[in-house]
Every structure is written in C-alpha cells, then in structure tokens.
C-alpha cells in the first residue's frame, strides 16, 4: 500500500492475555519505529529498529513487551499478560531514512483495550 | 530529562481567525522540532519541520517558529477553517534522546464555522 498499515486498528482484550500488533511500513523504508499514546496524552516512544536489528529498545516499558522485524520490512509488537494499564493507541511509524530527518510516516495506530 | 509543554491544551476560535499554539521545552540542545496535526483516530500527519539551526518554517498559512535560547517554538495558523479542527502536537530529537521523538501533550484546536 502507499502508507504505513496497522492492523487490527481496534483490539479488545481481557487482562492476562497476550497481543500481537502488527505493521507494515512503507516499502523501502529501512527504519521503524513503534511509539505508544495514552488518552490526552503525546505519544511515548518504545522501540526502534533500523533493518532487522532494534537499535533502541529503550522506551519498553517493562519484559511483557516485546517486538520483531526479522526480515527488515513487517514489524510485529507483541505484549504478554496483558494488564488494564496498557490500554493505548499503538502507533507505528517508518522512515526512508537511517538518522532522523522528520521524513516520518505514521500508521493510524491500533488501539488496544484491555478489560 | 527534557519536558516538552503544550499551551493551551485546548482552544476554541471562530472561523477566520489568526491563532497561536505554544510549545516549551526545557532542554535546548535540540537537533530538530516538527509540529504534527492528528485528526480523531487517525495517526500524525508532518506539517512542519525546523532544524535547530532555522528560526522559523512556512508552509501555506502555517508558520512555525524556533527560539532555542528561550526553549519556546510557536505555531501560527492564519485565517483559520473549520477544517483546521484537530489536535496539534510538538515533539522534538535532541542529543539526550537521539532519534526518538520526544511529544508534548497536543493542543486540542476548534474551529467554529
């Protein structure tokens, strides 16, 4: 497609739960990047993967997160027991570029409920 | 630990008017800062893009502005449309944080026709 694609867009859960969120950026692009917001609140980055490797993993929040790129292109975040606080938009985002030059591209996000 | 603050979090003009939306930030050793338009549940769109060495940007009726040693960035929207209506948001990359894009908290705007 020509932008970046999150699926599911909506994704209801219980707590305890595991969550696999998936993107697929632009083609081409090299880098990824996942970020994560809060009602009324700014997105929070998570992780950042430039090809296949994370080359800042510094924003997950704790061991239940996890994400991979393992062919460079598709970006899956995955979230083991799951828990109320981590209701959120999951927003991905790509780029053409491998420092930040502001040509960033976001999804529309998935947003994550969880009961 | 750099903070980045939006004022005021919410405003509500009528159609026509000239608004500004504020954007603070406690660390100046920025590289670049972007304001960025969401519209309701939808992802962020670029407006605007300044590199720390700019003092402002324009693109159409939108002028961004950049003044590192007060840590303050401004968004001027020029006679505004209903159609202006959406959350507007700052987020800078500064030495601290690399490549990651640091978020303030948005300026919800309305524009009333």
């Known amino acids: 497609g020509a932008g970046v694609s999150q699926t599911p867009s909506n994704k209801v859960t219980e707590k305890g739960k595991y969550v696999e969120l998936r993107c697929d950026p632009i083609s081409g692009h090299t880098a990824l990047y996942w970020y994560r917001q809060s009602l009324g609140q700014g997105p929070e980055f998570l992780i950042y993967?430039?090809?296949?490797?994370?080359?800042?993993d510094s924003g997950l929040p704790n061991d239940r997160f996890f994400a991979v790129r393992p062919e460079g292109s598709v970006s899956t975040l995955k979230i083991q027991r799951t828990e109320r606080g981590d209701s959120a938009v999951y927003l991905c985002?790509?780029?053409?570029?491998?420092?930040?030059?502001?040509?960033?591209?976001f999804g529309e996000g998935s947003r994550l409920t969880v009961l | 630990k750099q903070e980045v603050t939006q004022i005021p979090a919410a405003l509500s003009v009528p159609e026509g008017e000239n608004l500004v939306l504020n954007c603070s930030f406690t660390d100046s050793a920025i590289y670049n800062l972007q304001w960025f338009r969401q519209d309701p549940g939808k992802g962020l769109t670029s407006l605007l893009l300044i590199q720390s060495s700019q003092r402002e940007q324009t693109s159409g009726r939108l002028n961004a502005s950049l003044d590192k040693s007060s840590g303050r960035s401004t968004l001027y929207i020029a006679a505004s449309q209903p159609g202006d209506s959406a959350t507007y948001l700052c987020?800078?990359?500064?030495?601290?944080?690399?490549?990651?894009?640091?978020f303030g908290a948005g300026t919800i705007l309305r524009v009333k026709s």
């Open positions: 985002a790509s780029s053409p570029r491998t420092g930040y030059s502001g040509e960033l591209f």
């Open positions: 987020a800078l990359t500064s030495m601290e944080y690399g490549n990651k894009l640091v």
């Open positions: 993967f430039q090809g296949t490797g994370a080359a800042d």
